[in-house]
């Protein structure tokens, strides 16, 4: 086994990122579907160092392969057919050329330089706790006692400064529980209780540390320049643990650390437990208070404690945008009612095969209308019509699935079951016929016509869920019940009605609903045929008679006793001339007696869809 390296990332002689590795790294840029700079993974055997973003073009995906030797050399090959390789010792490397160098390696790929050396040991002063920091949700606190700790017992905080600590952390917490400044609490608690002179909140953002909030000590400033230490919140991000440093005077500290006295970094955590942030604290050397005290273990354990607040809070931030998201997404199809229940139970959305009861309503002569209208025009008047019809869906607790141009697509008995599903699908049809009267006192001014709308019922089993993809969320059903329910609102134009269901919805309503059987139909690529039944509009002038007089022309025409249907639909017609279906079928009887004695097909073959 080859011993550990360090591979330290330079851009413009600043120290960006340093990598521990054991074994060979490939390093490059930043591919398609991966995590940004600065990500450390195995493939392939071997370990790939991403250091600089999908866009950067002096870099390439795969650019450079670093081997450690048995000798402490290292075997250095450029991977890249489109950039070049500059190492300090063996000058350009080529596409596949090779060279074994002796550390340190100092190798120049685009703006980045590498520096590749043995492993040193820990930086002299870096401590860490014991045991690394649990996700938000899990336990803010360390799992160990706070006491005993590893400090003199002179250095113990009295009683009331300790619970000024916790009141200091509770205040955090309670802030990242209920508003949206637990960033610049934590960062004043970081000062004010622990006694640093400075305090940040760090969020990593495409690999970057980028500062959230900053708070400094009385006459302490923010430097414009400042950095943090990559060792420390490196050692962070890796081990999930916090850490605190004391650079020596004998040592040469890193640029981050010069003029620092101490420094502090505990990770924030996200709910599956990636360190997406840190709790940054110092003390300086230049502070006009000329603080000397070191970092205890009791501090650093309270930097942690305000760093799971932070991440509390964060989690509670994301958790009330999903809500607020999946409300916004869920009102476009549900009552609110509705969304607030599937906010709390998203297993309803889950696919599952369910009866449902399906309406598809059309707006008749669309084309015509969006011709005369234009595109404006088109928008307002369609915006108009489907919201009113699309109160109906909702006044009656429905789902409201899709608009496909001028059609509407509605649901009952999913998500949540609705024993009733197609009464209230046939209540919601019937509200719709009662709003058009209103709707073209509106528009006909305009349109120079009426609107007449086409609207399909049926009730069956469907596959109900989210229909979409991961890119777009649409919840609907899917299933042959779908299909035929299409097929009713297209057959409506050829039976000269405005609102059919099928037997399967009829079966299903009860008393209160005076619907009359039209016909028995095949309908287009349905095998299988229907019987469809024509629920009154609320006005109509002579409903009982018409269904009384229609149903028993029916049951001659069904017997074969084609004069005898025709007389009736003929007198039914003369006393209510308006009545299409009544038409549709004398036709049907004529034809029969003009074909006798050859027999014609009962059922009914719809012309189209």
């Not at 955590?269 to 603080?291: M, P, T």
Request: charged fraction near 20%.
């Amino acid at each position: 086994m080859s011993p550990p390296y360090q591979i330290r990332v330079y851009e413009n002689q600043q120290l960006l990122h340093t990598f521990d590795c054991d074994g060979a790294a490939e390093v490059g840029r930043q591919a398609e579907g991966e995590h940004g700079p600065f990500r450390q993974k195995r493939e392939a055997g071997r370990s790939r160092l991403i250091i600089a973003h999908l866009n950067e073009p002096s870099l390439s995906r795969k650019h450079v392969l670093i081997e450690p030797l048995t000798d402490g050399r290292f075997r250095v090959t450029n991977l890249s057919s489109t950039q070049a390789l500059y190492s300090l010792e063996g000058g350009e490397l080529k596409h596949h050329n090779c060279r074994e160098l002796a550390a340190p390696v100092v190798l120049t790929l685009g703006k980045k330089t590498l520096r590749i050396q043995p492993a040193t040991p820990s930086s002299e002063g870096l401590q860490a706790l014991a045991e690394a920091v649990t996700p938000p949700g899990s336990s803010i606190l360390p799992r160990s006692s706070l006491f005993p700790l590893s400090q003199p017992a002179g250095d113990q905080p009295t009683t009331q400064g300790f619970v000024r600590w916790l009141r200091s952390a509770l205040d955090v917490l309670q802030s990242a529980a209920s508003s949206s400044d637990f960033f610049e609490r934590a960062a004043q608690a970081v000062v004010q209780m622990v006694g640093l002179d400075s305090g940040r909140v760090l969020l990593l953002i495409q690999g970057e540390w980028q500062t959230q909030a900053t708070r400094t000590a009385h006459l302490v400033s923010a430097e414009s320049s400042w950095r943090p230490s990559q060792h420390v919140l490196g050692c962070v991000c890796k081990e999930k643990r916090t850490f605190w440093e004391m650079p020596t005077a004998a040592a040469t500290p890193a640029a981050s650390l010069i003029g620092v006295k101490a420094v502090v970094a505990a990770p924030i955590l996200s709910r599956d437990g990636i360190v997406i942030g840190a709790l940054y604290g110092e003390r300086r050397r230049d502070s006009a208070f000329l603080n000397d005290k070191p970092i205890t273990e009791l501090e650093a354990m309270l930097v942690e404690l305000l760093a799971g607040g932070v991440a509390a809070g964060l989690a509670r931030l994301e958790q009330e945008q999903a809500a607020l998201a999946a409300r916004i997404q869920f009102q476009q199809f549900f009552t609110p009612e509705l969304s607030r229940q599937l906010e709390a139970r998203p297993d309803l959305l889950k696919g599952r095969d369910t009866e449902v009861t399906m309406l598809f309503c059309d707006i008749r002569g669309f084309s015509r209308v969006s011709e005369q209208l234009g595109p404006e025009g088109t928008v307002e008047w369609l915006g108009a019509v489907l919201g009113a019809l699309s109160d109906c869906v909702r006044a009656h607790a429905g789902v409201l699935m899709d608009y496909i141009g001028d059609e509407l697509i509605a649901m009952w008995g999913a998500p949540e079951a609705q024993p009733e599903h197609a009464r209230l699908a046939c209540r919601a049809a019937l509200d719709m016929l009662a709003a058009l009267p209103a709707l073209n006192r509106s528009w006909e001014p305009i349109l120079k016509e009426p609107m007449n709308l086409g609207i399909g019922i049926n009730t069956g089993i469907a596959q109900v869920g989210n229909t979409g993809t991961r890119h777009k969320f649409k919840y609907g059903a899917l299933g042959n019940t779908v299909n035929l329910a299409s097929r009713v609102q297209g057959a409506t134009r050829h039976l000269k009605t405005r609102l059919l269901i099928t037997g399967a919805t009829h079966a299903r309503l009860g008393p209160g609903f005076e619907a009359r059987r039209l016909c028995r139909a095949r309908v287009v690529n349905i095998h299988e045929p229907v019987d469809l039944y024509e629920l009154p509009p609320p006005d109509h002038p002579c409903w009982a008679d018409a269904k009384r007089e229609y149903e028993t022309g029916l049951e001659a025409f069904e017997k074969r006793n084609f004069h005898e249907a025709a007389r009736i639909l003929a007198n039914l017609r003369g006393q209510c001339p308006e009545d299409g279906p009544a038409l549709l079928l004398l036709s049907r009887a004529v034809n029969g007696m003009v074909q006798e004695p050859v027999p014609i097909d009962l059922v009914w073959e719809l012309p189209g869809k």
